[in-house]
């Protein structure tokens, strides 16, 4: 036995003109009894002028039912079809969002990393007192000049704690409240630091964003810090390296920047430099807090 599986459509479809269908052929075949007790002879459906019309109209209905089932099932496919568009386009969303959590979570591991090489600056007790802190706001332009951080007194940072990252020295606290801080970063001439020239331990100065440095060279991340140092014979060169020096508030090599210029004030018998620094200023989310440095 052969057994036929019909799906919902087919099997409305079926029942619709199944229904029909037999309305037709009883209506005829009541007509053809009819007129065949009335006639001494046999007549056939097909000379039946009433059986004709109405095997026409049976057609013609037949042709409609037709229509109208494969109208209704083009809707059916139709709202199929707009259903699946429907669990696509959740499935892209979901997708979507996957990725960017992938890609938010690859962020911080590569923040971490970055944190993590800021340890190799921090030494002895400080390691123990070292804050992680995201800043969580900043001042307008481009460059971190000043900025929040989502740090405070809760988490032990006090006023004048040094703020670094992974590339060196950022900037310094200069009020602390219970969950959050404010900072200044090197940009600020607020945050001036004392330096040396790395591997020439006697030459030392400060590096300060003074008035001496122009708009022009606040736009040049090479020009973006200006310092001074304290001899004006020093050998210092270009591409030199400059660290902290150990005195004042930072503690002793935290990274500064590189040296981009040498100029001889020969009026101010001083000699100055431009430094390109190693944090990107304009760039700045993670951040570490460590103490200042005690000064007896």
Do not use: C
């Not at 630091?193 to 790395?198: A, G, P, T």
């Not at 991340?221 to 020093?234: E, H, I, P, R, W």
């Amino acid at each position: 036995m052969i057994v036929l599986k019909l799906n919902k459509d087919n099997r409305r479809r079926f029942t619709v003109k199944s229904i029909v269908t037999a309305g037709i052929v009883i209506a005829v075949v009541v007509i053809s009894a009819f007129s065949i007790s009335n006639s001494d002879k046999l007549l056939f459906l097909e000379n039946n002028p009433v059986a004709e019309v109405f095997l026409d109209l049976g057609r013609y209905t037949n042709d409609a039912v037709d229509g109208v089932s494969e109208f209704v099932g083009d809707i059916m496919h139709f709202r199929r079809n707009a259903n699946k568009v429907r669990e696509l386009t959740k499935e892209n969303e979901k997708l979507k969002q996957e990725i960017t959590d992938m890609k938010s979570d690859e962020s911080k591991v590569e923040s971490f990393k970055k944190l993590e090489k800021a340890l190799n600056y921090v030494h002895g007790d400080d390691r123990m007192r070292q804050v992680s802190a995201s800043i969580v706001g900043k001042n307008d332009g481009d460059w971190y000049q000043s900025f929040v951080i989502d740090a405070g007194a809760d988490s032990g940072i006090k006023k004048d704690s040094i703020v670094i990252n992974g590339n060196g020295v950022v900037g310094i606290v200069y009020s602390v409240s219970n969950r959050y801080s404010k900072a200044i970063s090197l940009v600020d001439s607020r945050a001036s630091v004392s330096f040396k020239i790395q591997g020439k331990e006697d030459d030392k100065g400060v590096i300060t964003t003074s008035s001496t440095v122009g708009k022009s060279d606040l736009t040049d991340v090479n020009k973006l810090l200006q310092g001074y140092l304290f001899d004006s014979n020093s050998k210092v060169k270009k591409g030199d390296k400059i660290v902290t020096s150990g005195l004042g508030l930072y503690p002793e090599n935290l990274p500064i920047g590189k040296v981009t210029k040498v100029i001889n004030d020969k009026s101010k018998s001083m000699k100055l430099i431009k430094v390109r620094p190693f944090v990107d200023f304009k760039k700045l989310n993670d951040v570490m807090v460590i103490p200042p440095r005690k000064i007896e």
